[in-house]
């Protein structure tokens, strides 16, 4: 074996050479973890070996070391390395040792240095030595009490409470209290703050003292509540109000900050919605409120069955509508009832002309096509005609009536087919001329019923004197 005094002379020249030399073989170890080594059937004289470590952390590296060499020959070096690269020896190691060692700088640099002399004592001939092993990872430091800093504390890892492996920057397994008001949390940066949390025992708090909360993603509510508390409720777009629900007696506003019934619309209204027997997406228009226009069915070109219902709940539950009424302004201080329908009792129209198969009605009811009564009324009737009976009535001969037949093909004050057929019939006055053609008809029969009465009686007396 080599002796005591060249174990001092050997540690003074290494420790000389060592920042002035060069070695002759060199590893870089990057990763977080890893090992190196100079097993049994590697180690030889005059080795040089150095391994250069970077986790690329910011912790201290822990290193777990199993040396057997040629004590006070052959020797393991381990360094801390500042980040300017100065080296600063951490331990030596020859020999036969065991044990774990923490680098001092976090930082996660280290150095690891194997020399070896050249010359290998060998005891019966069959002796060898195993070389060394060394193990390191980077550093986690745990804390099992308390801990308490007057300064800054800087961490370049992931800060772990009530965890062992955190996964983020600061991994905190366990609830957190903060410095607000009942120990709501505060996070400050430099444009602003942030408050969450409890601040009563009543609710909780997420304030800020921006102008405004930004959020990326949609919101969801379990319980489906939006509430105010101490102000009108209103939703916002591009930073101007667009609904608005008022506090006090939850009247809602669209387009109107001041609501003065449960639903107040400032403009237009537009309504679609799908057919009720299909939800394939059909959007029919069933509804349209435009100014001063109200429209009900489709658009102009879209096919549809447009159906306008009013239907009741069931034959116990009430009329199908009190009233439908359209008014007239008169003025601006007076009005009057054109339209009244009404589902019992009277129902009327006073707006003027009605047309039905016409869209240019010239009457109160015109009507282009068949109607169909029991029976017609027409009343009152300012003259009929019995004008016929009066004793100045001049009753036409049958003669004249004859000559005035073969000269227009139609009775006297009676229209002709092509007059009706240009003008129509008007049915009072048509009534009024027939029944003056049958009262005067009647005239002739009666004054035919006297000639032939007499004309009997002188037969009678012509055939009493011929007996004679």
């Known amino acids: 074996m080599k002796t005591n005094d060249m174990k001092s002379k050997?540690?003074?020249?290494?420790?000389?050479?060592?920042?002035?030399?060069?070695?002759?073989?060199?590893?870089?170890?990057?990763?977080?973890?890893?090992?190196?080594?100079?097993?049994?059937?590697?180690?030889?004289?005059?080795?040089?070996?150095?391994?250069?470590?970077?986790?690329?952390?910011?912790?201290?590296?822990?290193?777990v070391y199993d040396v057997d060499t040629e004590e006070y020959c052959d020797y393991v070096y381990i360094y801390n390395v500042s980040d300017a690269g100065d080296e600063t020896l951490l331990c030596e190691l020859s020999g036969s040792e065991y044990g774990t060692i923490t680098t001092t700088i976090p930082n996660g640099k280290a150095k690891i240095e194997f020399v070896s002399d050249g010359s290998i004592c060998y005891v019966d001939g069959d002796e060898e030595y195993n070389g060394f092993f060394i193990e390191y990872s980077s550093s986690t430091f745990t804390f099992d009490d308390t801990f308490l800093t007057n300064g800054n504390a800087t961490i370049a890892g992931n800060l772990g409470v009530g965890i062992?492996?955190?996964?983020?920057?600061?991994?905190?397994?366990?609830?957190?209290?903060?410095?607000g008001t009942g120990g709501a949390l505060s996070v400050s940066t430099m444009f602003g703050s942030l408050l969450m949390g409890p601040t009563n025992t009543t609710y909780s708090s997420f304030s800020t003292d921006r102008s405004r909360f930004q959020f990326n993603k949609p919101l969801y509510l379990n319980d489906a509540k939006i509430s105010s508390y101490y102000s009108d409720l209103s939703l916002q777009t591009n930073g101007l109000t667009k609904v608005t629900i008022l506090r006090s007696n939850g009247n809602v506003g669209i387009g109107e900050t001041q609501p003065f019934h449960k639903l107040h619309v400032h403009g237009s209204m537009y309504l679609r919605s799908d057919d009720y027997n299909s939800y394939s997406g059909s959007n029919t228009n069933h509804f349209y409120w435009y100014g001063h226009r109200m429209m009900m069915g489709t658009q102009p070109g879209d096919y549809a069955h447009n159906i306008f219902m009013l239907q009741p709940g069931g034959s116990?539950?009430?009329?199908?509508?009190?009233?439908?009424?359209?008014?007239?302004?008169?003025?601006?201080?007076?009005?009057?009832?054109?339209i009244h329908l009404v589902s019992s009792g009277n129902s009327y129209f006073n707006g003027g002309n009605?047309?039905?198969?016409?869209?240019?009605?010239?009457?109160?009811?015109?009507?282009?096509?068949?109607?169909?009564a029991m029976e017609i009324k027409v009343e009152p009737i300012g003259q009929f005609a019995d004008f016929v009976f009066a004793e100045d009535y001049s009753l036409p001969t049958l003669k004249d009536v004859d000559d005035f037949i073969q000269t227009n093909g139609h009775l006297p004050n009676v229209p002709s087919a092509s007059e009706v057929k240009e003008k129509g019939l008007n049915l009072?006055?048509?009534?009024?001329?027939?029944?003056?053609?049958?009262?005067?008809?009647?005239?002739?029969?009666?004054?035919?019923?006297?000639?032939?009465?007499?004309?009997?009686?002188?037969?009678?007396?012509?055939?009493?004197?011929?007996?004679?």
């Open 428 to 468: 009072v006055e048509m009534q009024i001329r027939l029944l003056q053609k049958i009262e005067e008809l009647t005239l002739y029969t009666i004054e035919q019923q006297r000639l032939i009465e007499s004309q009997q009686r002188r037969l009678e007396e012509l055939e009493k004197a011929i007996t004679k």
């Open 164 to 179: 062992v492996n955190p996964a983020t920057k600061l991994h905190i397994n366990g609830p957190i209290r903060g410095g």
């Open 10 to 63: 050997l540690i003074t020249a290494i420790l000389t050479m060592s920042s002035l030399m060069t070695w002759a073989t060199t590893y870089d170890l990057n990763g977080t973890s890893g090992y190196c080594s100079v097993e049994d059937y590697y180690y030889n004289n005059e080795m040089n070996e150095c391994w250069f470590i970077n986790t690329n952390t910011y912790q201290k590296i822990t290193i």
């Open 316 to 338: 116990d539950q009430g009329e199908l509508v009190s009233s439908l009424q359209l008014w007239h302004a008169a003025s601006t201080t007076s009005k009057d009832l054109r």
């Open 354 to 372: 009605i047309g039905i198969g016409t869209n240019n009605p010239q009457y109160l009811l015109d009507v282009n096509g068949i109607i169909r």
